[in-house]
């Protein structure tokens, strides 16, 4: 039996690996896109986003069938169709936004999202965050 001190580094380090590859494949993503857009002069951004969606799907299917996850149920409400949609759209969105900009661009838009977000918490609804909560958004 490890230590415990093994084991908690043994799980940082796998934690390090989890986000050091969902960056990797985020910004190889991205970089992907834009060749798709801008030298394949693909216009169907819609159809792009389609298309990841259903290679997810897929991933997802096979690691469930390998026992890497156990998928879990959600009870169907009006709160959770809403989400639903917000999240399907937005990568829509996102890929319009990378097809009729440039890269710098749209990753400096992306990277405002969450402090407007913030900025119009407060605005409107006089939401507040403790320090450490902002600090952990930058």
């Known amino acids: 039996s490890r230590r415990p001190q093994e084991k908690s580094m043994a799980l940082l380090s796998a934690h390090v690996s989890y986000l050091a590859f969902n960056f ?11 060749l798709i857009f801008a030298k394949a002069h693909f216009g169907f951004t819609t159809a792009l986003t389609a298309l990841h969606y259903v290679v997810n799907c897929v991933g997802l299917a096979l690691l469930a069938g390998t026992g890497a996850f156990r998928p879990r149920h959600s009870p ?24 009729l900009n440039g890269l710098g661009f749209y990753q400096v838009a992306k990277l405002l999202v969450t ?14 965050m403790s ?3 902002a600090l952990s958004l930058c």
């Open 24 to 34: 990797g494949s985020s910004v190889g993503i991205i970089f992907v896109n834009k």
């Open 76 to 99: 169907f409400n009006k709160r959770l169709l809403l989400l639903c949609f917000v999240v399907g759209v937005a990568p829509a969105i996102n890929n319009l936004s990378l097809k």
């Open 131 to 133: 320090p450490k909560r």
């Open 115 to 128: 402090p407007a977000i913030v900025a119009l918490e407060r605005a409107l609804y006089a939401k507040s």
